[in-house]
């Protein structure tokens, strides 16, 4: 038995999430359903972090114990195989230690959120990014971000359903980038945290979007904060522009330096 | 009566081509059904360029003449509500000369073209690139574009059911760029022309992936088109990867500055 670590993309528009679930769509049933028509009998694929319906990944992590002979390579090439048509691809596929825990062992999440401001409809990037009408005001943003960044209790910014033991998290990194699209100007938002709560990444992009169009002062970000109080935060943000981008861990399982003797 | 230029945004997956055809989804269709919804009586709307079946648009440019008095920017926002759902979107509408023509009036053509290299199938960005499964050769590639710059008989690089009168084009320019997007690393080939032949910058794009992949030398290009002989050309690539990005005009329409008085 070897077990497996893969780094996947998906785009999270026809999922009901990353999570299993009877009679809906999700990305593990569909990694999990390819794996079984490789490798005989049933398999359970535990990741990184679990995405919300509709959102997407560029670099989720993710693991499996596989009884096969298969070089990762060959493994990695069979699964994106049986993995179509869905829209999810097998960027890397390593084998690891046995200890080795895609949820557990990862010391770092990073997240992506694209806005897309303009007024006309998105049509090449429908559904890649949450298209808010007016421009809203990076610096205003960026001051409100601050505030945000650090070892905080984030009642505000997580689901009423947050199933996390403790509100108390650190977000080491929540900043603001201007980028020129093909469809228009964007900002992206990189959240970075060792880990994050249910909706704690669109929890705060909602928040930073009422102070960027200019309907919350940076302060009131800080306000919402401290009010420990879920009331207190913006509105949501769409799941369409999310991305989860990369997940670290102390030694890269896909640096084929880390792999020994392979 | 007055004649309006739209910039025009689309995704072509769902449509056959800009052109409007019985019993097919077309552009031009869509663009005049929602017309007909807002102005009484049928239109006919005159495009910049007609796209094939697939192919994308960032700036396409069209015109119509209109018995209305809803002002430009009233008109861009009810055809935007009407064209709903279709992936199409008017980013611009301005009243022009009653002697302006879309088509006839524009003095440069400019395609983007984009190609994914990656070995993992396209999820976020699947219909909307050519993907290629090697690292291409940037600079092979672009020694063998300068060969396509200039004033040429493009006959090896135009359909073989092209319409055009003549096949002596002036290509401005073919320049490739790398680029990293969010799904891998892309070249992105920029193509500039006052007009073009019809699958020109495919058949162009085509060849010079086989430059960039080594199955071709940057000399074969010029071979090939020295030729004049369409079977020369190496492979057309698909429509997925080709987006119209701009039409310019003397003045540009969209330029308040030229809009006059209003």
Known sequence: MTRFAFKIEYHGA??????????????????????????VGSHVVIVAGRTDSGVHALGQVAHCDLETTLSPHRLMAAMNYHLR???????????????????FSAIERRYLYRILMRRSP??????????????LDIVAMQKAAKYLVGY???????SSTCQADSPLRTLDALHIEAVTGLAGDELHIHAKARSFLHKQVRSLVGTLE???AGAWLPEDAR???????????????????????????????????????E
Not at 122 to 135: D, E, F, I, N
Not at 152 to 158: E, G, P, Q, S
């Open 152 to 158: 905080h209790d984030f009642t505000t910014f997580r």
């Open 122 to 135: 998105a049509t090449l990037s429908r559904g890649l990014v949450w298209q808010v009408r007016k421009r």
């Open 210 to 212: 009422r102070v960027g």
């Open 14 to 39: 026809p999922f009901s999430g990353w999570q299993r679930q009877l009679n809906e769509p999700s990305v593990q049933r569909a990694i999990e359903v390819a794996l079984e028509k490789i490798v």
């Open 85 to 103: 048509p869905n829209p999810i691809a097998i960027l890397d596929c390593a084998p690891v230690a046995d200890d080795w825990h895609a949820r």
């Open 223 to 261: 306000t919402a904060l401290e009010a420990h109080d879920r009331s207190a935060c913006g509105p949501v943000s769409p799941p369409t522009g999310l991305y989860l981008a990369q997940v670290r861990y102390l030694a890269d399982p896909f640096d084929m330096n880390n792999r020994g003797s």
